[in-house]
């Protein structure tokens, strides 16, 4: 398997775990119950951690497709600059699950508000998780580009192609 592919593999994780870690928060508050509140924390950090090796292939999954006729620089580009803005926030979701997970066990008074947050903060992660996905999807899934002024072959041609 070449880094493409790992990537591939890898990056519906970040995506889908946080997703998970969304329904099981709101359970827990449903419910009021902290044990699920907590097992949301660990899915969240969890997600974090995906994160890290999607975010990695990344980088090499540009360099096997880049040259394949059809791919466009500026779609890879532009999912490229999602998934930095994805990960940095993952990363912050994670480490404010930490923290959470951490008052949750000490019984802080301001824990059940760092569940909100996480619960908050979450769907923001969701939001741009979407967008990420979105791109990278876009990069080789002619079908679901919203921009029909971006060729498969490239920016520049269809650019022409709108003004005639």
Request: charged share 20%; with cysteine; aromatic share 8%.
């Given at each position: 398997?070449?880094?493409?592919?790992?990537?591939?593999?890898?990056?519906?994780?970040?995506?889908l775990v946080p997703m998970i870690?969304?329904?099981?928060?709101?359970?827990?508050?449903?419910?009021?119950?902290?044990?699920?509140?907590?097992?949301?924390?660990?899915?969240?950090?969890?997600?974090?951690?995906?994160?890290?090796?999607?975010?990695?292939?990344?980088?090499?999954?540009?360099?096997?497709?880049?040259?394949?006729?059809?791919?466009?620089?500026?779609?890879?580009?532009?999912?490229?600059?999602?998934?930095?803005?994805?990960?940095?926030?993952?990363?912050?979701?994670?480490?404010?699950?930490?923290?959470?997970?951490?008052?949750?066990?000490?019984?802080?008074?301001?824990?059940?508000?760092?569940s909100f947050v996480?619960?908050?903060?979450?769907?923001?992660?969701?939001?741009?998780?979407?967008?990420?996905?979105?791109?990278?999807?876009?990069?080789?899934?002619?079908?679901?580009?919203?921009?029909?002024?971006?060729?498969?072959?490239?920016?520049?041609?269809?650019?022409?192609?709108?003004?005639?």
């Open positions: 398997m070449n880094e493409a592919h790992w990537h591939l593999v890898l990056n519906h994780l970040p995506i870690g969304l329904l099981v928060m709101i359970g827990g508050h449903i419910f009021r119950v902290e044990a699920i509140k907590r097992t949301a924390y660990f899915i969240f950090i969890f997600g974090a951690l995906c994160t890290i090796p999607a975010f990695a292939t990344g980088e090499g999954a540009e360099e096997t497709i880049e040259n394949i006729p059809g791919i466009s620089e500026q779609l890879i580009k532009t999912h490229e600059e999602m998934a930095e803005t994805f990960a940095i926030l993952s990363y912050l979701l994670g480490a404010i699950s930490l923290l959470g997970l951490w008052a949750n066990l000490q019984k802080k008074s301001f824990a059940n508000l760092l996480a619960l908050i903060f979450c769907g923001i992660v969701l939001f741009f998780a979407k967008q990420t996905g979105t791109t990278g999807g876009e990069i080789r899934h002619t079908e679901i580009r919203t921009d029909s002024g971006i060729s498969p072959a490239g920016a520049g041609e269809g650019a022409k192609e709108k003004d005639d």
